[in-house]
C-alpha cells in the first residue's frame, strides 16, 4: 500500500510562514507530477501549486510567497509559505501521481489533509 503523510501545519499570526511537507511511503517505482492542494471552510479543493520533472506552476493568489519543491530521494515534496494571510486559512492536502512497482501506469494519491490557520 502507499501512503502520503502530510506535516507543518498549525496556527499562525497574519505575515507568518511555515513549511509543509508530505512523504510518500510504499512500493514506488517512479513520481511524476506532485501538488498541493488546499480546501478552505465551505469551499472546493483547488491547486495550489504543482511541480513536474521540469517545471513549476502556482495558483495566482500565491505566486510570490509561496514555493513548492520536491526531493526524489526522499519522495517528499514541500511548500514553504511565507507571508501567510488569513484568506490562506484551509486544510492542506499533497497529491502525488506514482507509479507502483507492480504497475505499468500512475495513478494519482492523496494525503490526508494538514490544517494551516492564519489568523488576522
Known amino acids: 500500500q502507499v501512503q502520503l503523510v502530510e506535516s507543518g501545519g498549525g496556527l499562525v499570526q497574519l505575515g507568518g510562514s511555515l513549511r509543509l511537507s508530505c512523504i510518500a511511503s510504499?512500493?514506488?517505482?517512479?513520481?511524476?507530477?506532485m501538488g498541493w492542494y488546499r480546501q478552505g471552510p465551505g469551499k472546493e479543493r483547488v491547486l495550489v501549486a504543482v511541480?513536474?520533472?521540469?517545471?513549476?506552476n502556482y495558483a495566482d493568489s500565491v505566486k510570490g510567497r509561496f514555493t513548492i519543491s520536491r526531493d526524489n530521494a526522499k519522495n517528499t515534496i514541500y511548500l514553504q509559505m511565507n507571508s501567510l494571510k488569513p484568506e490562506d486559512t484551509a486544510v492542506y492536502y499533497c497529491?502525488?501521481?506514482?507509479?507502483?512497482?507492480?504497475?505499468?501506469?500512475?495513478?494519482?494519491?492523496w494525503g490526508q489533509g494538514t490544517q494551516v490557520t492564519v489568523s488576522a
Open positions: 511541480v513536474t520533472n521540469s517545471n513549476t
Open positions: 497529491k502525488m501521481r506514482l507509479v507502483l512497482g507492480h504497475s505499468i501506469s500512475a495513478s494519482d494519491y
Open positions: 510504499g512500493r514506488i517505482a517512479s513520481i511524476n507530477d
